[in-house]
């Protein structure tokens, strides 16, 4: 029993010191957490229409490179908005509450660069 103990005692700064390590480890690996939510208001034969919420950094209306059909947009909330197409050319655009705008089919990266959640509905045409 008087070894047990010692053996404990020995072992108790090792475990607190390596309990330290992972919790420091731990804050300073990013977490993987969903920057951006969807969610499908109405689907028909027709349209798909989509909402999107976004937080500061994360995809806008898709998350990394993604693909929409012919699309109507109509912002929620305001937002600053950085899309790079597939061929490569950037715009970034301060979208505001009821900015309403018409987009081609499109292949594009598109992140939320403000400060603040984004928030907005997309029309897809099928």
């Given at each position: 029993m008087k070894l047990m103990s010692?053996?404990?005692v020995a072992a108790l700064p090792c475990a607190i010191l390596l309990a330290g390590?992972?919790?420091?480890?731990?804050?300073?690996?990013?977490?993987?957490?969903?920057l951006q939510s969807e969610r499908v208001?109405?689907?028909?034969?027709k349209v798909?229409?989509?909402?999107?919420?976004?937080?500061?950094?994360?995809?806008?209306c898709g998350v990394d490179r993604h693909a929409h059909p012919a699309h109507v947009t109509i912002?929620?909330?305001t937002a600053r908005d950085r899309m790079t197409t597939q061929g490569?050319?950037?715009?970034?655009?301060?979208?505001?509450?009821g900015d309403v705008f018409w987009s081609e089919a499109e292949t594009h990266t598109d992140v939320n660069i403000g400060?603040?959640?984004?928030?907005?509905?997309?029309?897809?045409?099928?």
């Open positions: 010692s053996v404990i390590a992972l919790a420091v480890r731990a804050d300073q690996t990013p977490v993987k957490m969903p208001l109405l689907e028909n034969d798909r229409v989509l909402e999107y919420v976004s937080k500061p950094d994360g995809g806008v912002v929620l909330e490569g050319k950037v715009e970034v655009a301060d979208l505001k509450v400060k603040t959640d984004s928030r907005l509905i997309i029309v897809e045409i099928k």
